[in-house]
């Protein structure tokens, strides 16, 4: 919001809101990852996910001031985020069946600890480097994610 708020954009709550429906084009891409982590493999999706979140990031850097690039950033990341949020529940609900409820609560709450951490974060940095630096940030956080995705991978 910070950003669209300053020039070059100079849009109100209202404008920026809106934008919020490009997010939700990005749930029209859950049937296909809901459809790749069950017939291939949840962790699959998850790579695709985190792939999705870094090149939203690139997008946002690169567009910086182009509505239009960062309208298909809002879309690659709730796509990207969608598809790791899925993905992760899948797995975990097939650790223990049974326990689907409370398997999805510990989820849950992890979820929105690391959510409202992310957004601690991005207030931090955008005060230290605004745009740029949240940018740099999400690309640092989200490639650290996926060195953690490939070195733990496992063979079964």
């Not at 849009?11 to 490009?22: P, Q, R």
Request: aromatic fraction near 10%.
């Amino acid at each position: 919001m910070f950003h669209l708020a300053k020039a070059p954009f100079n849009y109100g709550s209202d404008v920026i809101g809106m934008l919020g429906l490009a997010a939700a084009a990005g749930a029209l891409g859950a049937p296909l990852i809901g459809r790749i982590a069950d017939k291939k493999n949840p962790r699959i999706a998850i790579g695709y996910g985190l792939l999705l979140v870094l090149l939203s990031f690139a997008i946002f850097w690169l567009s910086h001031a182009s509505i239009v690039g960062i309208v298909v950033g809002i879309v690659v990341l709730d796509l990207g985020i969608r598809g790791v949020h899925v993905s992760n529940q899948t797995r975990i609900y097939a650790i223990l069946p049974e326990a689907r409820n409370r398997m999805n609560t510990v989820f849950m709450t992890v979820s929105f600890i690391g959510t409202a951490a992310g957004s601690g974060i991005g207030l931090i940095v955008w005060k230290a480097g605004e745009w740029t630096a949240v940018c740099l940030t999400g690309l640092l956080l989200v490639s650290l994610a996926i060195a953690i995705y490939a070195f733990t991978y496992r063979k079964k």
